[in-house]
């Protein structure tokens, strides 16, 4: 009651709502309600009931119950965060995480780069690769129909890009350096990686 004449009223409020009352200013753990008096008389309680009765809907003997319980629970919270120590470095990676806002869209990878520093390209690395992983390659060529041939690698292509009005000419000459690459891969005079 004491709680109630000095015109505080507790409502149990969800944890991922409490920043936002905090951010509108309302305290969490017992807000201020309407006036159940004057300056004079602090508590009157027939305003009291019409109060009670208007706003929540419940008698005030009810409320006042309610009230009681969620005094408690309040309490309760209060003690429990007492007792709660949160270091400077976890309050840090906490708002860090609560505030992050950086988006990831794409990360571009050069092969080159990757050859260089972590993976060797050429083909006795590959083999040798392949022998120190015999059990993965053998699962994966099972997994390959018969007839088929059996790459543990994803194709490459080279691409030659026109526009609609490119002129013929163009486009058969481009062809003819296509052909030139591919017999040059085929004979094994260029690395294709």
């Known amino acids: ?20 009352m905090r951010n509108l200013g309302i305290d969490p753990y017992g807000m201020r309600f309407r006036q159940f008096g004057t300056k004079d008389k602090p508590f009157d309680q027939d305003t009291f009931n019409k109060v009670v009765n208007a706003f929540t809907g419940q008698n005030p003997n009810d409320f006042v119950d309610n009230q009681r319980n969620e005094l408690l629970a309040a309490r309760m919270l209060l003690l429990v965060a007492q007792r709660v120590h949160v270091s ?8 860090k995480q609560d505030t992050a806002t950086t988006t990831l869209q794409y990360v571009r990878f050069s092969p080159a780069y990757l050859g260089e520093h972590f993976v060797a390209p050429d083909q006795a690395a590959i083999e040798k690769w392949a022998a120190d992983h015999k059990t993965e390659v053998d699962a994966r060529e099972k997994g390959f129909a018969p007839g088929t041939a059996k790459l543990l690698y994803d194709v490459r292509q080279v691409h030659f890009d026109f526009a609609k009005d490119t002129p013929q000419a163009k486009k058969d000459e481009a062809k003819k350096k296509a052909e030139a690459l591919e017999k040059q891969f085929s004979e094994g005079k260029i690395d294709f990686a």
Not at 88 to 95: M, N
Request: no cysteine.
């Open 88 to 95: 400077d470095v976890e309050a840090f990676e906490q708002y």
């Open 1 to 20: 009651m004491n709680e109630i004449i000095r015109w505080r009223v507790y409502v149990t409020v969800p944890v991922a709502m409490r920043p936002m």
